[in-house]
């Protein structure tokens, strides 16, 4: 253990009635860095959180923090606060009650709790706002009261609990914004749940990919997107087109019927793999030209680009995300550059992924 | 359409009028001099004076108050024990047997209940009198606190509490910061309801009262039997005064709580 580290994970597990929600996790969290655990509902993201905050305690396996086992330090000793996904403001007490709770709780004189429930206030872009009740808030202002009321506490870690699902885009939007600038200015670890993956990929330094109580997938959001390492991720983050192919040899495979130079190796002859390519890297060429031929079945307009489904000869389906736009049952060609393909491994594990990705991409890989 | 809310209108004012008729033509002969409810003589003031004169009365009307707010006090914390401790019961079924238990007290029959406890005071050997009055109705009125504060407990969403503690709240500072705070309205609404049930609980009272100590309504009992005397309806009349201004009371003091919950139901929206 580094001393970045602020969180540890051993093979951490949970169970309730029997039932699994979080198999052999292990995983370190690092200080002053944006995470988000992404996954579908019903993956384990949230109880991840409550085992840090100390709702839950591990079936097994260690949770370490700061150097420290916390396996059964409740809660309320615990150098973490959340903002709660339906933001559990206490409706009797105003907004500077709310964000002094924690300051009153650990008995701090008046003088001491002004200046900090004002600076937090100010933190979250709510100068003036202490005298309010908490009924007369919007969602958006109830979420910054929220936050506001945990960082007041100075923790060292921030748990988020889909903490914008409740908001319009927009301000939705504009919250991933202030959410990650106050991340930067406060300089402490923040832990995000969503199941939302522009969310994710906008704001973190480093994603957790969940599925089934598993983490699938851990990086940076660029590397999760460009280099998923299976079929789930694939899907789950952005819309893909996933085929099976064959890894002819190091730096050549096999898909539709024909063969195509990659940038992957590391594989067995002939094994027998699943290539990604994103729609937004297909690109119309005339019929004729091009890597491949396909028919346009169907178009749809989603603003900023057309989404459109072509089948191949060999009849795999594949979407292209492109600002030009083609008639339905024309044929064009499709073109992709080497990089675009991205070849996975059936059943491979996270370890063996990197390494694998080590070995030939060296040390410029992030 | 019209017609037919005229109709339904005046029937209410009928079923209204049926309801209060008779308490009324209580009260209006109680201000009669001729001291019987059949011929209104002249306006007097006399069976109230009478009523004011009476030390015996008088005692009992402190014994009644001093039993109706001791028991709706101690049966307030009980009861909002208990809401707690059906609320924080685990499983579903151990939970709603819980609430049964507590609702048969609240529906079977007072007679059944004063019986069962004159029983038990008997078994026990105590002696039936002001204690006896005070345990029986603090008994009737722990399920009525608990039905009313229960449903407060059911509306508090349970992340507050998380919340309370995430911020490094004790057990205690949970419940008496945020949990107690929330079920406010609850717990008046429970007092009230169980000091309205206190000052008019007849049957229950009538069993377990022992000799030189009664309440009220039981005083009201024996005197109408003995004899009609419009001092019964002066003090008839001073009784449901005071019942009024305390539903007045309850009325305005949990509208203005409704008040603040609509608004923030209406931001909501």
């Not at chain 2, 603090?138 to 509490?161: D, G, H, W």
């Amino acid at each position: 253990m580094t001393k970045k580290t602020i969180i540890q994970f051993d093979h951490v597990a949970k169970r309730f009635d029997g039932e699994i929600i979080l198999k052999d996790i292990s995983f370190a969290i690092e200080r002053g860095k944006f995470y988000t655990l992404l996954g579908p509902s019903g993956c384990g993201k949230t109880t991840i959180l409550r085992l840090i905050a100390g709702f839950l305690e591990p079936s097994e396996g260690t949770i370490t923090f700061d150097g420290r086992m916390v396996n059964k330090i409740p809660p309320n000793k615990r150098q973490v606060n959340t903002v709660f996904q339906d933001y559990a403001l206490f409706p009797h007490l105003n907004v500077f009650e709310n964000v002094a709770f924690g300051l009153r709780i650990n008995k701090l004189t008046n003088k001491e709790i002004e200046p900090r429930v004002k600076q937090a206030l100010h933190f979250v872009n709510l100068d003036g706002y202490q005298n309010r009740e908490i009924a007369e808030l919007s969602g958006g202002q109830k979420q910054r009261v929220a936050i506001a009321r945990a960082i007041v506490n100075q923790p060292q870690v921030l748990l988020l609990d889909e903490p914008l699902s409740a908001l319009d885009l927009k301000l939705r939007t504009a919250m991933q914004v202030e959410l990650r600038q106050l991340q930067r200015r406060l300089g402490i670890t923040f832990i995000f749940v969503t199941h939302d993956q522009e969310e994710a990929l906008a704001m973190s330094d480093e994603i957790f990919v969940l599925n089934q109580g598993k983490i699938e997938q851990s990086g940076s959001p660029r590397s999760i997107y460009d280099e998923p390492i299976n079929r789930f991720v694939a899907d789950f983050i952005g819309e893909s087109n996933i085929i099976p192919g064959t890894m002819l040899k190091d730096r050549v495979v096999s898909f539709a019927g024909k063969t195509f130079d990659c940038v992957d190796q590391g594989f067995d002859e002939r094994e027998a793999v699943e290539i990604v390519i994103r729609p937004e890297d297909l690109e119309i060429k005339p019929h004729g030209e091009g890597l491949l031929q396909v028919r346009i079945e169907s178009q749809l307009f989603r603003g900023v680009h057309y989404e459109m489904i072509g089948k191949d000869e060999d009849g795999n389906s594949w979407m292209i995300h492109s600002t030009k736009s083609a008639r339905i049952g024309e044929e064009i060609g499709l073109f992709f550059e080497p990089e675009a393909i991205h070849v996975m491994r059936h059943g491979e594990t996270e370890e063996a992924f990197d390494r694998r990705l080590e070995s030939y991409e060296g040390a410029g890989h992030d | 359409m019209v017609k037919k809310r005229i109709g339904s209108t005046l029937f209410l004012l009928c079923v209204f009028v049926v309801l209060y008729l008779p308490i009324f033509y209580l009260m209006f002969y109680s201000f009669n001099k001729a001291g019987n409810m059949t011929h209104f003589t002249g306006f007097t003031f006399d069976w109230y004076k009478e009523v004011f004169s009476d030390k015996r009365l008088i005692a009992i009307v402190v014994d009644t108050v001093i039993v109706a707010l001791l028991s709706s006090l101690l049966s307030t914390v009980l009861g909002v024990f208990g809401a707690l401790a059906i609320y924080l019961t685990k499983g579903r079924h151990y939970k709603n047997m819980l609430l049964s238990l507590n609702n048969i007290l609240m529906v079977s029959p007072d007679v059944i209940i004063g019986a069962s406890f004159l029983i038990l005071f008997t078994l026990l050997g105590i002696k039936l009198g002001f204690i006896s009055v005070l345990l029986a109705h603090i008994a009737f009125s722990v399920p009525i606190v608990v039905l009313m504060v229960l449903p407060k407990l059911q509306e508090m969403s349970p992340t507050l509490i998380d919340a309370a503690r995430d911020l490094g709240a004790k057990r205690l500072d949970v419940l008496l910061k945020v949990v107690i705070p929330f079920i406010t309205p609850g717990i008046f609404a429970g007092f009230f309801m169980a000091l309205t049930y206190s000052l008019d609980d007849f049957a229950v009272t009538f069993f377990v009262t022992g000799n030189g100590f009664s309440t009220l309504s039981v005083e009201i009992y024996s005197r109408a039997r003995q004899g009609i005397s419009m001092s019964v309806n002066a003090l008839s009349t001073l009784i449901f005064l005071i019942t009024l201004a305390i539903v007045l009371v309850y009325y305005f003091s949990t509208r203005g709580m409704g008040k603040v919950k609509q608004l923030s139901g209406g931001e909501d929206a």
